[in-house]
C-alpha cells in the first residue's frame, strides 16, 4: 500500500465520467418530471420575487445614485464631518440614496397623478359624447340603407345580438360562475401580492444600495474561487461589457422616450388635439419598445383622437410617422452613442422571440440581451480564430471554398469554377473594436482544372 500512487489521468478521467453520468441522469429526471419541476422553479421564483424586484431596482436607479453621491453630497458631506472623512462618505451615501428613492418615487406618483385625472376625464368625455357617436351610426345606416326598410333591418340584428348575450348568459356564464369568481378572487389577491413584492422589493433595494460594492466583492470573491484566475479575469471584463451594454441601453432608451413624448404633447397642444396628456404618455410608454412600439401605441391613440375628430386624427397619423423618422434617424443614433450592431432581422428576432416568451418586458429586453449574447459570441469566435491563426474579418469568408491547412491559404469559388484561386474584391475596413483584416491572398492553382 505505501507504493501505491494515484495516477492524475486515470483519477481525471473517472471523475469526468462520474459527472457526465450524473449530469445525464438529471437531465432526464428534469425531462420526466418536468410538470414538477416547472411548478417548483415557479414556486422559487415567486418566493424570490422582493429579492428580485430589489435588485432591479437597485440596478435601474444606481446611475442616478452615482450622479448625487459624487456630484453632490460627496462634496457636502466632508463639510459637516470634517473629522470623521468615513461618517462624510456614509453619511453621502446616505443621502444620495434618500433623494434617489424620493426621485423615483415622486415620477411614479407624478405619473399616476397626471394619467388617472387624464383617463377619467378622456373616458367621461366618450360617454358624454356617446349621444353623438349614436347619431352618427343612424346617419350612416339611414344612408346605408338607403330606400329600405332598416329599421326593421336593425331591429333584427339587435334582436338577434341579444339572443345570442342571453344564451351565452345562460349556458356559459351561469354554469362557470364559480370559476370565473375564483379567477376574479385570484387576480385581485394577484395584484395585492404583486403590490407587496413591490413595496418590500423598495426597501430591499435601499440595502442593495447601501451595500452594493459588498455584494459586487462578494460576487468576485465567488467567481476567483471556482475559476482559475486567467477564467476568472475573463468572466469579470465580459460581465463589465453586460453592465455597460444593458445600462447605457436602458438610460439611453429611457431618455429617447420621454423626448418623444414631449415633442408628441408640445405638438399636439399646439394643434389643439384631444387627450394631448394622454396620448402623448401612451406614445412615450409604447416608444420604449423597438420597431413596434410606435405602432402599438400609435393605434390606441388614433382611435380616441377618431372619436373625437377625424380630420384630427389623420394629422396626427402624419405626425407620428414624420416623428418617428426623426426618432429613429437623428435622436436614436445621438443619443445611444454606439450602435447595437445588429442587423434588422436580429432585431426583429429578439423583439419576436423575447416578446414570445416573457410579453412587454421581453419585447422591451430583447434588443439589449440580444446585442450582448451577440457580442459575447463574436468575441469568442474571434477568439478561437486568433489561435488558428486564421482572420477575424467575414470578407475573408466571402466565397470561400477551403483553406490550406498548412499554408493557411485560402481558394474561393468563383463563377466559373475554371478560376478557382483568385482572390475575392478587396474587402471593406472593418467597424472601430474590430481586427484588422487584409485582403487575402491568391490560392494555390488547380492544376487540374487548368488541365
Known amino acids: ?64 445614485l452615482n450622479i448625487f453621491e459624487t456630484r453632490v453630497f460627496l462634496k457636502l458631506t466632508p463639510k459637516l464631518f470634517k473629522k470623521s472623512p468615513v461618517k462624510a462618505k456614509k453619511a453621502a451615501r446616505i443621502f444620495s440614496i434618500i ?33 353623438n357617436y349614436l347619431n352618427i351610426a343612424r346617419e350612416w345606416l339611414e344612408r346605408s340603407f338607403d330606400g329600405q326598410d332598416w329599421e326593421q333591418i336593425a331591429v333584427e340584428w339587435l334582436n338577434s345580438i341579444s339572443g345570442n348575450i342571453v344564451d351565452w348568459l345562460k349556458n356559459n356564464v351561469l354554469s362557470q360562475l364559480g370559476t370565473i369568481l375564483t379567477s376574479i378572487t385570484g387576480g385581485v389577491i394577484s ?13 430591499i433595494s435601499v440595502y442593495v444600495m447601501y451595500n452594493k460594492e459588498t455584494f459586487a466583492a462578494q460576487a468576485k470573491k465567488a467567481v476567483y474561487s471556482v475559476f482559475n484566475v486567467k477564467t476568472s479575469n475573463i468572466i469579470m471584463g465580459e460581465l463589465d461589457f453586460i453592465n455597460d451594454a444593458f445600462g447605457n441601453y436602458i438610460v439611453g432608451t429611457v431618455i429617447d ?6 415633442i408628441n404633447y408640445v405638438f399636439m397642444t399646439i394643434m389643439g388635439m384631444p387627450y394631448a396628456v394622454l396620448v402623448s404618455i401612451i406614445v412615450g410608454i409604447t416608444n420604449l419598445i423597438p ?14 383622437i377618431l372619436l373625437e375628430n377625424p380630420t384630427k386624427a389623420l394629422i396626427f397619423v402624419i405626425f407620428t410617422l414624420v416623428l418617428q423618422q426623426i426618432d429613429g434617424q437623428i435622436l436614436k443614433p445621438k443619443i445611444h452613442s454606439s450602435r447595437t450592431g445588429l442587423s434588422g432581422f436580429w432585431i426583429m428576432f429578439a423583439i419576436l422571440f423575447f416578446g414570445g416568451l416573457f410579453g412587454i418586458l421581453g419585447m422591451v429586453i430583447g434588443v439589449p440581451v440580444t446585442t450582448i449574447l451577440y457580442n459575447l459570441f463574436r468575441r469568442l469566435n474571434n477568439r478561437r480564430l486568433r489561435r488558428k491563426a486564421l482572420p477575424e474579418g467575414t470578407d475573408f469568408y466571402r466565397g ?37 483584416t487584409d485582403p487575402p491572398s491568391a490560392g494555390p492553382e488547380d492544376k487540374e482544372d487548368k488541365e
Open 291 to 304: 420597431v413596434f412600439g410606435p405602432f402599438i401605441g400609435a393605434i390606441p391613440s388614433t382611435l380616441l
Open 99 to 131: 433623494v434617489t428613492l424620493l426621485v423615483f418615487l415622486g415620477l411614479i406618483f407624478g405619473l399616476l397623478a397626471i394619467v388617472l385625472p387624464e383617463l377619467y376625464s378622456s373616458v367621461t368625455k366618450i360617454v358624454s359624447n356617446s349621444e
Open 257 to 262: 422616450s420621454l423626448i418623444v413624448g414631449v
Open 400 to 436: 470561400l471554398e477551403y483553406v490550406d491547412p498548412e499554408t493557411l491559404e485560402p481558394t474561393y469559388r468563383t463563377a466559373s469554377s475554371e478560376t478557382k484561386g483568385e482572390a475575392p474584391p478587396e474587402p471593406e475596413k472593418p467597424a472601430e473594436g474590430g481586427a484588422p
Open 1 to 64: 500500500m505505501k507504493n501505491f500512487k494515484w495516477d492524475k489521468k486515470y483519477l481525471y478521467w473517472g471523475v469526468t465520467a462520474f459527472c457526465v453520468v450524473v449530469a445525464s441522469i438529471a437531465f432526464f429526471w428534469v425531462l420526466n418530471t418536468w410538470n414538477g419541476f416547472r411548478r417548483t422553479l415557479r414556486l422559487i421564483v415567486s418566493a424570490l420575487m422582493p429579492v428580485i424586484y430589489g435588485f432591479c431596482i437597485a440596478y435601474l436607479l444606481n446611475k442616478v
Open 191 to 203: 395584484v395585492v401580492g404583486t403590490i407587496i413584492d413591490l413595496f418590500i422589493g423598495v426597501v
